[in-house]
């Protein structure tokens, strides 16, 4: 004797009602949708505005953030300028010369700062070193 889903009176169900799922996924998607720009890597700082083309990388990244402040931060860990050498060391395992570093420092960083920052990460035993800025609107001259 087979196993029947429902009664024999009133047909039974055949079809599995899919509308619940199909809500949890719509919910889903919008929760991902509103979180996703705030994982944004780094600490939030104001980038000066240049007219230069977007940076595309397909390796790993590493991101150096120095907010208004002076202070450096790798991805969102806060760093000592003295300990920078050791930290991107361990994070690249030693061996990080074609793993790319974007800089983010606020404009308002002194420009010897920002040059701390980066012959400290020279130091490190990283290749290539990308500062950051905003995009100008196409047509538009710097401020």
Do not use: C, W
């Amino acid at each position: 004797m087979g196993m029947q889903v429902g009664s024999r009176r009133r047909g039974g169900f055949r079809d599995i009602n899919v509308t619940p799922l199909v809500d949890v996924m719509l919910v889903l998607l919008i929760v991902f949708m509103i979180a996703a720009p705030l994982m944004a890597a780094g600490v939030q700082v104001n980038l000066p505005k240049a007219a230069a083309k977007p940076v595309e990388s397909k390796k790993t990244t590493i991101v150096v953030s120095i907010d208004h402040d002076g202070r450096v931060f790798v991805e969102k860990d806060p760093v000592e300028l003295d300990m920078l050498v050791v930290f991107l060391t361990n994070r690249l395992g030693g061996g990080g010369k074609d793993d790319p570093v974007f800089v983010k420092a606020d404009k308002a960083v002194p420009y010897g700062r920002v040059l701390q920052v980066v012959g400290m990460i020279g130091a490190s035993g990283v290749g290539k070193v990308s500062l950051l800025a905003d995009q100008l609107p196409p047509g538009r001259k710097k401020p």
